[in-house]
């Protein structure tokens, strides 16, 4: 029997927000989506997006970023609609921060030491409830469009 394909929720919501937050932090950021990190000789990730905020100079003009040399990024986005996300994959790479969003629910997981921990904040943004604002806005973008989500959040005088 034939089935009708899913549709996919619109990404750029799980994506944006984080450049909405940066650029009125005054911050400046590289980002890549996606990209495919690995390490010589191990399986790679892909995740949907990656920020370089804090080493962002480090990589700037580079063709190829080779992460025996170069500094991972500070934080990867991983959008699990299709399939689930594996963390302990991310564990090799050291990105100080891994976001996971599934089913209205946004896992943010900081690597310590040697392993990762879920977090209730965010390091990047210690001052914004980020578990629940992103899943509110990704939420008003399924139901009544991302274009109208993506202009409430960026009209937010505070992130708070």
């Known amino acids: 029997m034939f089935q009708f394909p899913?549709?996919?929720?619109?990404?750029s919501l799980h994506l944006?927000?984080?450049k909405i937050i940066l650029r009125r932090q005054g911050k400046d950021w590289q980002?890549?989506?996606?990209?495919?990190?690995?390490?010589?000789?191990?399986?790679?990730?892909?995740p949907d997006t990656c920020f370089y905020i804090d080493n962002r100079q480090a990589i700037l003009g580079k063709?190829?970023?080779d992460?025996?040399?170069?500094?991972?990024?500070?934080?990867?986005?991983?959008?699990?609609f299709t399939s689930l996300t594996?963390?302990?994959?991310y564990q090799l790479l050291k990105i100080p921060e891994l976001w996971v969003y599934r089913r209205e629910e946004l896992?943010?997981?900081l690597f310590r030491e040697d392993s990762y921990q879920e977090s209730e904040n965010s390091r990047l943004f210690p001052d914004i409830n980020i578990k629940k604002l992103l899943p509110y806005y990704v939420e008003l973008g399924w139901n009544q469009g991302s274009s109208i989500a993506l202009r409430q959040f960026e009209a937010l005088e505070n992130f708070s």
């Open 6 to 11: 899913t549709l996919l929720l619109d990404s």
């Open 16 to 18: 944006t927000t984080p």
């Open 31 to 46: 980002c890549f989506d996606p990209i495919t990190l690995k390490m010589p000789g191990e399986a790679g990730v892909e």
């Open 63 to 65: 063709e190829r970023i």
């Open 67 to 80: 992460l025996t040399v170069d500094p991972p990024p500070d934080l990867a986005i991983e959008v699990d």
């Open 86 to 89: 594996d963390v302990e994959a």
């Open 107 to 109: 896992k943010i997981y």
